[in-house]
């Protein structure tokens, strides 16, 4: 199993940036798919998720309207738009991967600050 995550980086409040996560290993399309994340010094969390076949997604009550989780099955990759940051969305977002098994991948940073 493994998983590349991209599209971390700096961006201002405001702004706007796509996480990425490409997933190899094990049968994508049958397993849900999230986001978390993990400030420094706080426990991680759940940003979203979404069902194996791309239905309703939940989110974060704090990211709601902001955030969209989507996924590719074809590409077998999952993505999380992120729109109008705040400075406590700072963190290291981990793609998830759920079924009767769970997969982390290895985390990418994201600093919003201005």
């Known amino acids: 199993v493994q998983f590349v995550e991209s599209g971390g980086g700096v961006l201002l409040p405001g702004g706007s940036l796509r996480l990425s996560c490409a997933a190899s290993g094990f049968t994508f399309s049958g397993y849900a798919m999230s986001w978390y994340r993990q400030a420094l010094g706080k426990e991680r969390e759940l940003v979203a998720e979404i069902p194996s076949g791309g239905g309703s997604p939940n989110y974060a009550d704090c990211v709601k309207g902001r955030f969209t989780i989507s996924r590719d099955n074809h590409k077998n990759t999952a993505y999380l738009q992120m729109n109008s940051p705040k400075p406590e969305n700072t963190a290291v977002y981990y793609c998830?991967?759920?079924?009767?098994?769970?997969?982390w991948g290895q985390g990418t940073q994201v600093t919003v600050s201005s």
């Open positions: 998830h991967a759920r079924r009767w098994l769970t997969y």
